[in-house]
């Protein structure tokens, strides 16, 4: 190695030395590592530049970020699922793959879109995709190229989901966990076989789970939290068995949002239920769950919380934000003004930064005694259901129409 290619090292490392890669982070809790410099005071213009932005078909899935590339994927025409890789430098494309992947959704969500919802994930040398139609492919990182590829209607003939494939992967070293093919399943990273499934449900509305797994040890035992339409549960990751699981009332099954652990409590919002607190307790893996409380005034919608200093903070189904007691249930406060449909939230230490639908970034310091909105910036970009990623300075957002990479100043 001669001395400019060392310098040009030196100067590369630290720039990528911070990733995104996987829906919500590489915690899947929207909480940006500890060593991540602190954000600025306020959003203003001098604070934030567009570094480079780049136009790309409709999609749902959010940015994920590994290396010194950024992953995106899109539905193109009402026909194909395209996943392209960018540089993270100058946002040059490095390589894309496709595939035939549209379908429509019920006519009663199809004002938000027929387009590709599922956010892949990737260990650095292996990208795992969930296209609409119940397909899961494996794609090198490096080059786009396709490492396998399983379509589960066809393959083993489960029904197509109404709404798509909508759960974003969770890995670990050889598996990755995700809702498809009607069920949680374990599928192994090298070859995609199925290891096991869980909690299955083949009914043609009810099956097509929305939510996402996470992974948490609770009452000492360690579990893929997950939620289906109808129920929430800790799976045996090991096993496959269910750990505990209980009920979970929506309006037509919508339990959108993934549980979210706190010590041996798990909290969920539901779009027609309200919100819930669990608190599971047991004994050498026969864990049961009890309910805690149910306030039914504190939907959820799509918009996933954040737990800081032990109080949940959540954006809901009527457009405010929420801070709740996860103890008692009581609201702390809420918000007087309302905000977009979504919002997608990234934490370090007591703030949040909160990407709106609208495509107004706001910076909310997360105080229990009151709302406190510190400072806000209009990205003037089309709608954004995705969500935000961060990785140290850089803010990737991705919207209807595009990408586009911020940094801060």
Known sequence: MNHLSFLLLLMIGPLFSEEWPQWRGP???????????PWPKSLSGEN??????TDLAEGY??????????FTVE??????????????TDG????????????????YAAKNGSWVRSTPATDGKSLFVGGMRDVLVSLDVQSGKVNWRRDYPAEEKTPMP????VSSPLLDDENLYVQVGTALRKI??????????ALADDRAMFGSAFSSPMRATIAEKDQILVQTRSLLGGIDPGSGKPVWTTPV????????????????????ATYGGGAFAFDVTGKEGELKATQQWNDEKREGYMSSPVVIDAKIFLHGRDKKFHCLDPVTGKTLWSSEEKFGEYCSMVVQGKRILALDQRGILLLIEADPAKFKLVSQVDLETPPTWAHLAVCGDELYVRHLKGLHLYRWQ
């Open 92 to 107: 040059k494309q490095l390589w894309e793959a496709s595939w035939p992947g549209s379908m429509r959704v019920p006519f």
């Open 27 to 37: 915690t899947r809790d929207g909480r940006v590592p500890a060593k991540t410099a």
């Open 75 to 88: 539905t193109k025409s009402k026909q194909d699922e395209i996943v392209r890789a960018f540089s993270r």
């Open 48 to 53: 934030l530049k567009l570094i480079w932005k």
């Open 61 to 70: 899935a959010s940015p994920i970020v590994s290396g010194d590339r950024v």
């Open 162 to 165: 109404s709404f798509g494939f």
């Open 188 to 197: 192994r990273k090298s070859n995609g076989e199925t290891v096991w499934q």
């Open 249 to 268: 009332k929506a309006f037509r099954g919508m339990n959108i949002l993934p549980p979210t652990p706190l010590g041996n409590q798990v909290f969920t």
